[in-house]
């Protein structure tokens, strides 16, 4: 990492878990981490260790039981707003499951643009998707198209640009190759490495795949039985 980088997200001793009827799970164990502007925080973990409940920690889809995040030294609110949202996206693992069917791409993409009420007149929502789409390498046609018409590559394409619409400073990127094929998986992360290079993005880069975290990653954690390590 460079020490010219400041701090941009900061995890400290963030802590999750989950009732069941036999008593309770603890899934993440006082997690503690940075994530530097442009760059990229590598976690890598086997399945079941507690990596995409960290990531719904980071995005606000879960709330932590205890610990804070920090956002550029301030505390994010457990509750979190619509300028907050916009200022981290998530990439899930499954294109399939996170693309809705009945929509078409354009729709899927300028989803976020609607709900978080980015943009204020139709022209500025289209050509922000335009935008989105075109920095992940698709044209303008494949937005009337729906996912069931795309490839797996193409799909995860499309969850990227959604994730970018709203101009996000941070990006949390759970699985996103283990869905497709070796090579396709490679054009993906030779995009986000782009992408990262061209907006100065972080991520926070997930996988089991310690040679492709590696690889695409400044600094490495890894993650165990829900207890976040430096390797």
């Not at 400290?12 to 442009?38: D, H, I, M, N, P």
């Not at 022209?123 to 490839?151: C, F, K, M, W």
């Not at 590559?153 to 994730?163: D, K, N, P, Y």
Request: with cysteine.
């Amino acid at each position: 990492m460079s020490a010219a980088s400041p701090a941009l997200l900061q995890a400290q001793g963030l802590c999750k878990s989950y009732g069941y009827a036999g008593g309770a799970r603890s899934v993440v164990k006082e997690a503690s981490f940075t994530v530097y502007e442009g760059q990229t925080l590598g976690i890598v973990g086997a399945s079941g260790s507690g990596k995409s409940t960290l990531a719904k920690l980071v995005v606000g889809l879960e709330r932590a039981d205890a610990g804070a995040l920090l956002w550029q030294g301030e505390t994010l609110p457990p509750q979190r707003s619509a300028m907050h949202s916009r200022l981290m996206s998530m990439v899930f693992q499954n294109p399939v499951a996170s693309l809705n069917p009945r929509m078409h791409v354009g729709a899927i993409v300028g989803e976020p643009l609607t709900l978080q009420r980015v943009t204020t007149t139709k022209q500025n929502h289209r050509e922000r998707v335009q935008q989105a789409l075109a920095d992940v390498g698709l044209t303008e046609a494949i937005a009337l198209r729906y996912p069931h018409e795309l490839s797996g590559g193409q799909q995860q394409r499309v969850a990227i640009a959604r994730a970018l619409c709203t101009q996000p400073k941070l990006l949390v990127a759970d699985e996103p190759l283990s869905a497709l094929d070796v090579s396709v998986g490679a054009q993906i992360a030779n995009l986000l490495m782009d992408l990262q290079q061209r907006h100065g993005l972080a991520y926070v880069f997930i996988s089991h795949d310690l040679h492709m975290v590696a690889h695409l990653s400044h600094q490495v954690m890894t993650m165990r039985d829900g207890v976040l390590s430096c390797t």
